[in-house]
């Protein structure tokens, strides 16, 4: 049974930062691209980022281009997303993704496996 767990959202203050975390267990990882999208209430859920099996390319949403860092570690299964400079616009339950398909200009394409989400919220 493939699981992802998300961990490490919160409360934070804008302009401050915040990483999440992601570990995935049943599944081979290295295999698999992974990523995180995220969704507003009444929004609909939103690419932020992805990262190819080896780490080679990495995929952002132009709305965290330069603020968000997703990188990944194999030998435990994890994949983060440091968010930097975060705004109330951020504000947000982050999902945790994996799949097997990958698009430099719009990262996952299709999700194999959903994490349950993390909550961000932002105080202004």
């Known amino acids: 049974q493939v699981q992802l767990v998300e961990s490490g959202g919160g409360l934070v203050q804008a302009g401050g930062s915040l990483r999440v975390s992601c570990a995935a267990s049943?599944?081979?990882?290295?295999?698999?691209?992974m990523g995180w999208f995220r969704q507003s209430p009444g929004e609909e859920r939103e690419s932020v980022a992805a990262?190819?099996?080896?780490?080679?390319?990495?995929y952002y949403a132009d709305s965290v281009n330069g603020r968000f860092t997703i990188s990944r570690d194999n030998t435990k299964n994890t994949v983060y997303l440091q968010m930097n400079r975060l705004q109330p616009e951020d504000a947000a339950v982050y999902y945790c993704?994996?799949?097997?398909?990958?698009?430099?200009?719009?990262?996952?394409?299709?999700?194999?496996?959903w994490g349950q989400g993390t909550q961000v919220t932002i105080s202004s």
């Open positions: 993704a994996a799949a097997l398909n990958y698009s430099p200009t719009r990262g996952i394409l299709a999700v194999s496996y």
């Open positions: 049943g599944l081979t990882f290295s295999r698999y691209v």
């Open positions: 990262i190819m099996w080896n780490g080679a390319s990495t």
